[in-house]
């Protein structure tokens, strides 16, 4: 325990003077993480296991994703005294990511050892197209409205989603060179910390008027380029529990690259046991599946009615029917789309609600119009319909696809046309629930207390 803690103080020092350096940290630590990488008669000791874990979190390291054998060392014993621990691997710090963002290691079987060698892999593979996503902290800025009217106010011939939708297309081009104009974030953080601290320095010295002038230009300008970062950091690392400004932007950084590095899909094996290394085997393997699972053919158009009239326990009256298919108003509309969180994962057009809210006084009255018009045809444009699947592994190492769970990220106005409805329905949701199943009904959950 003394030799690993000396060890870990060692390692920690060496780290903290080289943040910006690309570190690579590999072998056999002789410590686990936890207990779910020991099998076998005997655990480590929690305190070893929270000071290596301490250890990880100080040093800004990250455990880069591997293949292979998920125990790296047995004891050679059979029986019950059979031990197999997860003691050798590979951690590396935010340069490293930043600059072999999609490599891993392979923790192959023994050999001659008790302990499974590792092999770092580096892949260079093309690089693709980001798609758009909308910054959040251009929202912010004192020209974002004027940049979205400066797009929007063009008329565009067509349905009323449709010019919506074009327009929204449209906007794309101008935040990408908005967000471009902004350069690297934490380089300007850097830059106005710089400039602060020689402003202080200059103040120290003279102690004139002029120069507190400046040091309180130069800490607005470093407060705001701070809060434009942790903005852009708290969207991408979607900790909602974290406060703006609570955190140093390195716990932001550690949470995004630890997720990044997490869900790559190196490998996968297809129903037939092969396993698929090269990336468009693949995207098609998981193509192939979902579409197998999920389905693209309507089976059914119509709803024979009578049919569930026969076994409804209740029946809406007409006047209760009415108030569903009365027509959609901006103040339902508007209340839908900010109700959503801005927390909230985008759709495929890479818009989040914020842009919605903080453009509504130049976007509001045209999406309001949009919504009504779905709600009168019924009819939703694909590009409006269109969801992006993300992969959650459900296990600790995936390696099929039955092994991921699909969550849907949908558009912010397929969100809000759903709220809109939801919002309808639960005015008439107790009447036509059952008493049995009343617990989906907001407020009463208490009747099923006996």
Partial sequence: MILRRALWEGLLSLVEDAEDVPWILLGDYNAVIDNSEVCGRAADTSASMTE???????????????????????????????????????????????????????????????????????????????????????????????????????????????????KLKNLKSVFRSKRKEKGDLASNVRQAKEFLATAQALHEQHKEDIFLVLVKCCRMVYCAAVKMENMMLHQ??????????????????????????????????????????????????????????????????TIDLSWLRSDANYVLSTGEGECLILPVTEEEI???????????????????SLFYKAAWPVIGRDVCEAVKEFFVSGRLLKQINATTLTLIPKVQMPSQVSDYRPISCCNVIYKAITKVMVKRLQQVLHLIVDQSQNAFVPEIIADNIY
């Avoid at 003691?87 to 490599?103: M, T, Y």
């Fill in 334 to 352: 508007k209340e839908a789309f900010f109700d959503i969180s801005e927390e909230s994962a985008p759709g495929p057009d890479g818009y989040t």
């Fill in 236 to 301: 991408r690392a979607k900790l909602s529990w974290l406060k703006h400004g609570d955190q140093s932007s390195k716990v932001f950084f550690r949470k995004i690259n630890s997720r990044r590095a997490r869900q790559r899909v190196y490998q996968i094996y297809n129903s037939e046991g092969e396993c698929l290394t090269e990336m468009h085997k693949v995207t098609d393997e998981f193509i192939s599946v979902f579409q197998t699972l999920l389905g693209g053919v309507r089976r059914r158009r």
């Fill in 52 to 166: 290596f874990r301490d250890f990880v979190t100080a040093a800004g390291l990250v455990h880069l994703p591997f293949k292979g054998c998920p125990y790296t060392w047995h004891n050679s014993s059979e029986g019950s005294r059979s031990l197999w621990k997860r003691l050798d691997r590979v951690l590396v710090n935010e340069a490293w990511l930043g600059a072999w963002p999609q490599s891993s290691y392979l923790s192959a079987l023994p050999r001659t050892s008790d302990h499974s060698p590792l092999v770092v892999l580096g892949i260079v593979g093309a690089q693709e197209a980001k798609p758009f996503r909308f910054d959040n902290f251009l929202a912010r800025q004192a020209s974002f409205l004027q940049s979205v009217a400066s797009v929007w106010r063009h008329p565009i011939h067509g349905t009323l989603m449709y010019g919506v939708v074009c």
